[in-house]
């Protein structure tokens, strides 16, 4: 299914050195390099489910919550998705969200996916069938556009 290691579970399935390392790589990115303080901690982790991606041996490259039906949206929703800045352009954010995409469908069945995407994606989540649905707005001072993938 995949060329790299990765792991897929609920939230109370992490393990401390898991939820740690997920952790630091969400606030190394969207609080740090993105210079966006925001709680990260939003009490949707424990209604997710955990996508890590491994490139090397625990070495966390890549990350996305699947979050359940009703949570955020109606719909699935895809969320905090991230890269490590020393794994971009390595092909690894495709291969992750191809991952995503396919761990959701295995839980959730075929059903139709929502996302709120920061703008300047939008073509790159194109690529997977994303639709933009929303006209842009700010969530924590980033422009962002609600997507769907519609089944």
Do not use: W
Request: with cysteine; proline share 3%.
């Amino acid at each position: 299914m995949s060329k790299y290691n990765y792991t897929f579970k609920q939230f109370k399935e992490l393990t401390i050195n898991e939820l740690y390392d997920m952790m630091v790589l969400r606030q190394e990115v969207f609080v740090v390099e993105q210079d966006c303080p925001y709680v990260d901690a939003d009490n949707k982790d424990q209604k997710s489910h955990h996508l890590m991606v491994y490139p090397q041996l625990n070495d966390l490259g890549a990350y996305t919550r699947i979050v359940e039906p009703g949570v955020s949206y109606d719909e699935v929703s895809i969320g905090r998705v991230i890269t490590a800045p020393k794994y971009r352009g390595t092909g690894l954010g495709v291969e992750l969200m191809d991952l995503s995409i396919k761990v959701t469908e295995s839980v959730y069945g075929k059903s139709s996916i929502r996302i709120s995407a920061q703008e300047h994606l939008q073509k790159f989540y194109n690529k997977f069938g994303f639709e933009k649905v929303s006209e842009v707005y700010l969530e924590d001072n980033i422009p962002h556009i609600e997507m769907l993938r519609s089944i």
